[in-house]
């Protein structure tokens, strides 16, 4: 079965510094996409970076950077130089291929970003 | 540029009541999802729909059914609602190839008292 792990239920850095939110991945299926999505207070879902299975690099855009370890199945999420306007909650999920088409989510991290 | 829009944003319900959340979506996507988030628990999968005309039961699909009215629309109802489905409801849509990026609507708060 596949299933999605997010261990660390808060996590708080100061602005300007760097973050990693851990997330680690169960499925048998080779082909699989990992997602890392955003949710503010407000309640949104924001999508923020992918990373397919057979993807050579890591995922970057912007800010984000996916740290994929393929033989230890962990997909963490880097934020660098963290914003005010970071803190929310962090969702890691994915999608196999071709069992299904719908994302499964870990259960979050809420992240706290200070002055 | 709508994307996903649910409605309605906030309901209270008594229990045994019955709604139907609509979703609607307009980047002419294969497949739309509903879920629900509770504390803790993340967003799990009540229902999806991969393409037209099909409808497959997610993680925790009782209490609940769903219609794919078109491409563009997929429901969700609440036969006789129970304070266990006081939750917050997402409706989600993504193509049906490629990366398959799933966007979300707003949310749907509900109460059931």
């Known amino acids: 079965a596949q299933k999605i792990t997010q261990t660390q239920p808060g996590m708080f850095v100061q602005e300007k510094e760097a973050v990693t939110l851990d997330c680690t991945y169960d499925?048998?299926?080779?082909?699989?996409?990992l997602f890392w999505y955003k949710q503010p207070s407000s309640g949104e879902m924001i999508f923020l970076i992918y990373q397919g299975s057979y993807d050579q690099q890591n995922a970057t855009e912007g800010r984000y950077s996916l740290n994929f370890q393929k033989a230890r199945k962990s997909a963490n999420l880097v934020i660098s130089a963290s914003q005010l306007g970071d803190s929310a909650m962090y969702f890691c999920?994915?999608?196999?291929?071709?069992?299904?088409?719908?994302?499964?989510f870990g259960k979050g991290t809420t992240l706290s970003v200070s002055s | 540029n709508a994307g996903v829009t649910q409605t309605p944003k906030f309901q209270v319900l008594k229990t045994g009541q019955s709604m139907t959340l609509q979703c609607a979506q307009d980047m002419n996507h294969n497949s739309m999802y509903w879920y629900r988030q509770d504390p803790g628990m993340g967003l799990r999968l009540i229902y999806y729909s991969a393409s037209e005309g099909t409808t497959d039961k997610g993680e925790v699909p009782n209490g609940y059914n769903v219609s794919r009215l078109n491409k563009r629309e997929f429901s969700l109802r609440l036969e006789s609602a129970a304070p266990s489905q006081t939750s917050v409801y997402f409706c989600?849509?993504?193509?049906?190839?490629?990366?398959?990026?799933?966007?979300f609507g707003q949310g749907t708060r509900l109460t059931v008292v």
């Open positions: 999920a994915m999608r196999v291929w071709p069992a299904g088409t719908a994302l499964i």
């Open positions: 989600a849509s993504s193509e049906g190839g490629g990366t398959l990026v799933a966007f």
């Open positions: 499925t048998s299926d080779p082909s699989y996409g």
